[in-house]
């Protein structure tokens, strides 16, 4: 058998597992992205930590126009300064935030999904005044970010069982 030959064959082979498994990329058509896509209206923002989690879920799922479901969000950002100077200044920040989410089915309020994700971020408060409120906006940016990344994970592990 050639070299070539040989390459062919184990690929096959190795593909052969995913194939009698059942897997389907998530993103390709039928798969749990494409379902998904543009199918969940994330209730309005309130706030600016609201704000950027529900436009980086409408980024990765698609804003919704004639929704399938409906998904209400609740963050709770916790704030800890978690290094201290030997005069008592605190020089980094952590800040730990959790989501609880739910969807239904829209119009009819049936629970189809729910799930709780947490990450956390820092920041540094050794620059001026400025330089520590933005870096405290950009910690929270990143923080929503992480988030509503993990909300989309979880949406589209579990697409399978509920959409």
Known sequence: ??????????????????????FTPVYAPGGAGDVLRGQILVEPPETRTE?????RLEDRLGRASSPRY????????????IA?????????INLTGATRFRVVEAGT??????????TF?????????????????DAEERLMIALADQIVSNLLASASRWS
């Not at 963050?75 to 800890?80: F, P, Q, Y």
């Not at 201290?84 to 980094?92: A, C, E, L, W």
């Not at 309020?109 to 947490?118: C, K, S």
């Not at 971020?121 to 906006?137: K, V």
């Open 1 to 22: 058998m050639s070299l070539s030959d040989r390459r062919t064959f184990l690929t096959l082979l190795a593909a052969a597992p995913l194939a009698a498994c059942g």
């Open 51 to 55: 704000f950027l989690m529900v436009a």
């Open 70 to 81: 409906a998904m209400t969000i609740d963050t709770v950002i916790d704030e800890r300064g």
């Open 84 to 92: 201290v100077t030997g005069s008592n200044d605190i020089t980094r």
């Open 109 to 118: 309020d049936v629970q189809v999904h729910a799930g709780r994700v947490q």
């Open 121 to 137: 971020t820092a920041y540094s408060t050794t620059g001026s005044t400025i330089a520590t409120a933005a870096a405290e906006r």
